[in-house]
């Protein structure tokens, strides 16, 4: 029991470098968000097409909304500021995205030929994808220089589920709950200073 308890005192004084989770978790998002943001933002007519395609109400205004969400929350979540108020709209829009770019398509981005989850709840999508890259990698060995082309990677067909807009949204959940973390960001520093730290 001693060695149990000694253990978890050790365990324990990790705890003074706890803000490296939000702080990896925020690292990892910003960027996402912040190409996506400026992705809209650049095209904001060709996404619109795609917005009104997929039966949002006034596309562009949606564009907008979507584009300035993302960059201005990656953004925030790269600096630490008001990380708990950004994750709230970030999440919304992972939902959104999720519902209505994602979800026909089922969970898994790329079509895995053995499911890493149980809930995956479009298999004939799988199915179908991988008949299509077999098809793809037949006509690339055919006709192109198929060595070259997957040197650096295999040849795949996305399928373009949920997945990581799911994921995304868990990582901003967790970020609403803990919030930026300490020391590595603007929240903690503007905390401080009015003494709610």
């Known amino acids: 029991m001693q060695k149990l308890l000694q253990l978890q005192a050790l365990l324990d004084k990790t705890r003074k470098v706890d803000f490296l989770g939000p702080l990896a978790l925020r690292l990892y998002l910003a960027p996402i968000f912040i190409l996506a943001g400026m992705n809209k933002l650049s095209h904001v007519e060709d ?3 795609w917005f009104e395609w997929l039966g949002f109400p006034a596309p562009t205004l949606m564009v907008y909304l979507a584009g300035l969400t993302e960059l201005l929350g990656g953004i925030a979540l790269l600096f630490g500021l008001a ?9 919304f829009t992972m939902i959104v995205a999720a519902a209505t770019a994602h979800w026909e398509n089922g969970w898994h981005v790329l079509p895995e030929t053995q499911l890493t989850v149980p809930w995956e709840w479009k298999v004939e999508k799988i199915t179908e994808a ?7 990698v037949e ?11 997957t040197e650096h990677g295999s040849i795949t067909i996305l399928k373009n589920g949920i997945e990581f807009a799911a994921t995304y949204f868990i990582m901003l959940l967790v970020l609403f709950f803990i919030g930026a973390g300490k020391y590595a960001s603007l929240d903690y520093w503007i905390a401080r200073k009015f003494k709610t730290v």
């Open 139 to 149: 006509i690339l060995k055919q006709h192109g220089n198929y060595d070259w082309l």
């Open 47 to 49: 996404v619109a097409s």
């Open 83 to 91: 990380v708990r108020w950004f994750a709230i709209p970030l999440m």
């Open 130 to 136: 991988n008949i299509r890259k077999e098809k793809a």
